[in-house]
């Protein structure tokens, strides 16, 4: 399949109950918090490694979804793959000196990897595959509102050393946010998707993992995430029809209540101009 | 300056890197010709142009902000791949991503408002169709329209850069009172000199009331 010709760009609304989203390791795994607004803050690779683990787990093994920063990965002897499957001799930081062959490692790499050909890779290791700018670009979340991050005291019946069993059990601390919904903006460029190979299916496929990340994604930490909502401009040309910030602009999502905080998806309100779309540009809502 | 644009460039943050400060890094204070340079190509380039810039305004007051992630730090020597290589096997190429993580913090800038002057030369690529109103027109229908070839952004890839024409006969928007006056702010990165094996040239930045003039790239203050 061909890559796809269409600018996108999409809005992700996602929120957590009584959980951590995104540690921030500089604040004892404190949820990130904008220091000027209170907001809540998700990192862009923190999402991203969410869509590589959720691509990981659907394609499982199948040809051409493997992912390049997988967890338990091996970086360079994936590059090693790459120059094998193209019989070269590597050489050490360098790319080969004929340009040919050093596309076509940049090419295998695309072809085989969903991760490479969605976000791009810097493959500038000793094995040297070049560096690819993927089409999908992603900025931090924030949330719509100030966040309150708690802090719980839990115990463990339990102790780790033996020296401690006289103490018969141990405190530890949880992070959490009551609630949060958050908005993430993401921008996926067709000049790029044509030169790693993005395709139609592809860009499925981020959707799909856009919308079930999260159900993939439990553990202890997190509590409740869910994505609430993917809504998507398409512009009708690659270069795109319109201001990216402008078509931002058209969804604003807002408190039903501003006197009670939101503990729930249901207190939040999403508002979309569809009459003010500008021309060329169509909105799909994917959930 | 026959051919020159002027265009807005704002966002929530950004990061224009010091190289001097380039693990944990740290921005500089305002945004560097190189980078203005690369928001333009991502709007509009061909072989057959090169953009300078001319002048950089700030608008906003600079503002810092601290970031930490969780990064990878790649190393593998190469011996130990080309053994893997030959054995035809991965295990001896080993590197886990939980095993090569590192946590390295970002200052970056908050809430930033730039201006960007800049015209383009003709390249020696340029062929007999490149002419220069051309080029400035596709670059002004397509800055005007919010079209561009990826999405432009503020030093790294995670914070996009929101960009708008600013025409001709606009007036340019006021910095903010605490820019007022002039300051220093060193030496800062011009360009990367991708003729002469990367060298990085640098030049004296100073501020006055929020616009920076930047030197010709082949001027005396110029330092590679």
Known sequence: ?287 | MAYGIRLRVWGDRACFTRPELKVERVSYDVITPSAARGILEAIHWKPAIRWRIDRLHVLKPIRFESIRRNEVEEKLSASNVAKAMKAGSTRAAKLYVEDIRQQRAATVLRDVDYVIEAHFDLTARATEDDNAGKHLDMFNRRARQGQCFHMPCLGTREFPASFALLEQDAPLPAPADELAGERDLGWMLLDIDHAHGMTPRFFRARMHHGAIDVPPWDSEEVRA
Not at chain 1, 70 to 90: D, F, G, R, T, V
């Open chain 1, 1 to 287: 399949m061909g890559a796809i010709t269409n600018r996108y760009e999409f809005v992700l609304l996602f929120d957590v109950i009584k959980g951590n989203p995104n540690g921030d390791p500089d604040a004892g795994n404190l949820p990130r918090l904008d220091p000027e607004t209170n907001q809540g803050l998700v990192s862009d690779v923190s999402l991203k490694r969410k869509v590589r683990n959720y691509v990981e787990l659907e394609k499982g093994s199948e040809t051409g979804f493997a992912i390049y920063m997988a967890e338990k990965a091996i970086l360079n002897a994936q590059h090693a793959k790459a120059y094998k499957a193209e019989n070269l001799e590597s050489v050490a930081k360098k790319l080969p000196k004929e340009k040919e062959k050093a596309d076509a490692l940049t090419r295998w790499m695309c072809a085989n990897f969903f991760d490479v050909r969605c976000f791009g890779a810097v493959m500038t290791t000793e094995v040297n595959c070049g560096q690819v700018r993927g089409p999908v670009q992603m900025g931090f979340a924030s949330s719509i509102d100030p966040i309150v991050p708690l802090e719980a005291s839990i115990t463990r019946m339990a102790v780790t050393n033996e020296k401690d069993a006289e103490k018969e059990r141990t405190m530890g601390r949880k992070h959490l946010v009551p609630y949060g919904l958050y908005r993430a903006h993401g921008f996926i460029s067709a000049k790029l998707a044509e030169r790693t190979g993005f395709s139609g299916e592809d860009l499925e496929l981020l959707w799909r993992s856009l919308t079930n990340m999260f159900e993939h994604d439990r553990s202890a930490a997190r509590g409740e995430m869910a994505t609430r909502k993917l809504l998507v401009f398409k512009h009708s040309s690659a270069l795109g029809n319109a201001p990216a910030h402008r078509l931002f602009d058209l969804i604003h999502v807002r408190r039903r209540n501003a006197e009670a905080p939101a503990r729930q998806y249901a207190d939040y309100v999403v508002d979309i101009a569809h009459d003010k779309l500008p021309e060329g540009v169509s909105l799909e809502e994917k959930l």
